[in-house]
């Protein structure tokens, strides 16, 4: 069982920036592919981006490429999200998680197995 833990939410302006991480406990994510979805009051779950398990991979929704960038530390079993020039419409609760890596970007939320409670990222305008 591999659980997760969000860290680095907050309130921030517009333009401004945060680093989220995702941190592992009981398991190393040495294995997994990692992805952070966002959810805004109202709407549905999406895709924000995705690394595969040895980091040489990535892949962002057309929203935020450019903006965010997603890295992995597998020693520190720690997945991080830096977040550029933030928007009001980033507004959202924000999770990771992680499916074994099978070889393929995984972009949908239905699969992935594990995920974190969320943190919740605010950008007033």
């Known amino acids: 069982q591999v659980q997760l833990v969000e860290s680095g939410g907050g309130l921030v302006q517009a333009g401004g920036s945060l680093r989220l991480s995702c941190t592992a406990s009981?398991?190393?994510?040495?294995?997994?592919?990692m992805g952070w979805f966002r959810q805004a009051p109202g709407k549905e779950r999406e895709f924000v981006a995705a690394?595969?398990?040895?980091?040489?991979?990535?892949y962002y929704a057309d929203s935020v490429k450019g903006r965010f960038t997603i890295s992995r530390d597998n020693a520190k079993s720690t997945v991080y999200l830096q977040m550029n020039s933030l928007k009001p419409e980033d507004t959202a609760v924000y999770y990771c998680?992680?499916?074994?890596?099978?070889?393929?970007?995984?972009?949908?939320?239905?699969?992935?197995?594990?995920w974190g409670q969320g943190t919740q990222v605010t950008v007033s305008s």
């Open positions: 998680a992680a499916v074994f890596d099978e070889g393929t970007i995984a972009t949908r939320w239905y699969e992935y197995d594990y």
């Open positions: 009981g398991h190393t994510l040495s294995s997994y592919a």
């Open positions: 690394i595969r398990r040895s980091g040489g991979s990535t």
